[in-house]
Structure formats: C-alpha cells, structure tokens
C-alpha cells in the first residue's frame, strides 16, 4: 500500500525542512505544493496581470509547467503574500488539483506540505501531520534564515505578515488552512529541527506498523 504523507500546516511552521527529510529518509518523492501557488502568483507579476485578475489567475494556474517551480524568486518573501491572494480563488486551487494528486499517485507514496492536503488533495493519506509553532517562534525562524540570505527586513515585518497570511488562509472558503480531523497535530515550538524530525517519524512509523 503506497504511503502517502500529507503535512500541512501555517506560514514558516517547519512543514517543508520536515516533509524533506521524511521524503529523503523513507526514499518517497516530496512537493512543496506552495511552490505551485507562488510560481501561479509570479506569473501574474510577470504578465503586469493584476493578482486579483481571476481569469488570468486560472488561466495562470491551468498551464504552469514544472520548470517555473526552479525560479528562485519564488521563496522571496513577498512572493508568499501573492500567493496567499490568488490561492483564494477557486478556479486557480481547482487547476492545480490534478497535478497534485497525480504526484501523490506515485506508485510508492509521496509525501507533500502545505495547507490543504490532508482535508482535500490527499483525504486518504496513510499519515496526516498537521505542524504548528507560535507565531513569534515562527517569525523568529524565517526572520533568521531571510536575513541569513541577505534580505533587510525586521522581525516585527515578518511576524505581521505570517500573522496577516495564516488568517486569509484559514478565513477563505476554498480549501481553508486547517487540520484534518485524523491529523497528528505537533506544535514544535521548544523542538529543533531534528527534535521534530523524531517526533514526526515516531508517527509515521508506527502508521507503517498498522
Ligand atoms: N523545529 C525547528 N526549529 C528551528 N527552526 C526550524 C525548525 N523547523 C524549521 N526551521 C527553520 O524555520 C524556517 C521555516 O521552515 P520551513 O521553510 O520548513 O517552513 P514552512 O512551513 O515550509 O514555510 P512556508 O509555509 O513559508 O513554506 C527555515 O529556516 C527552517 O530551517
Ligand atoms: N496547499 C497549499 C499550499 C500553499 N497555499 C498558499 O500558498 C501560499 C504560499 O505557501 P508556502 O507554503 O510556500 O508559504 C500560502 O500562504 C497559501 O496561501 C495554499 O493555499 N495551499
């Protein structure tokens, strides 16, 4: 039985430093499916289309091509917030449906992050983990590693736009931001990253066992 590992979780929460290293340790494929709503929002930007352009958004959605996914302005940081705009409109999350769930078929598993696959891309999956920390311990952490890259920008900034992005996520009506009922829900707010990684495998081993 293929094992399929759906993590979700809100903005800078450790979902995908987590959902990579249960991709490389159990040898499944992994995608970061905010790529695909980032690489959506980066074509808009590129056309001068508008974010809220719903018909060039769909448009948008419905002929991304996997190349996009390696643009490295994708995990700039403003590229987050445009994604959360147009990941509203339905149309756009109902285009990139298929691709995701084609890749979850993968005939041995796959194991995929982001905000609504275990209640609505992956229902079945073997291993739901839904990964939280508070909202200072996030911004803490994604205001480290954008200033270890070298972007200018306070924490106070970072902490107000995850703060502003989880609550459109979990207030919009398609596909919103939440656990699954049969999630492992982790708050990894006093874990490391590898105290998370434990805490995570211990879960998906024991689904394995079952
Ligand atoms: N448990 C942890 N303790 C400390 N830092 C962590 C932990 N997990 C992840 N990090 C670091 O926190 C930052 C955010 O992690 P990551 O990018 O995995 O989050 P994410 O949930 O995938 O974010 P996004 O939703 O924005 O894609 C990264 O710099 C990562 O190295
Ligand atoms: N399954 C998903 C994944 C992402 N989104 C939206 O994209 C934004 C960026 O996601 P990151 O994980 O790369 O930070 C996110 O804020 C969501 O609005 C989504 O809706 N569904």
Known sequence: MPMVIAIDGPAASGKGTLAKRLADHYGLPHLDTGLLYRAV???LIDAGAALDDEAAASRAAASLIADRL???RLRERAMGEAA?????????RAALLAWQQRFAGTPDGAVLDGRDIGTVICPDARVKLFIT?????????????LT??????????ILADIQA????DASRSA????????????????????????????????????
Do not use: M, N, W
């Open 41 to 43: 929002a980066l074509t």
């Open 70 to 72: 390696a643009d490295p």
């Open 84 to 92: 959360s705009r147009i990941s509203g409109i339905p149309a756009v």
């Open 133 to 145: 920390a508070s909202a200072e311990e996030r911004a803490r952490r994604r205001h480290r590693e």
């Open 148 to 157: 270890g890259r070298g972007e200018a920008v306070s924490l106070a900034a």
């Open 165 to 168: 992005r989880d609550a459109r």
């Open 175 to 210: 596909a919103p931001l939440k656990a699954a009922a049969d999630a492992v829900v982790l708050d990894t707010t006093e874990l490391d990253a590898d105290e998370a990684f434990a805490a995570a495998r211990a879960v998906v081993d024991r689904a394995r066992t079952q």
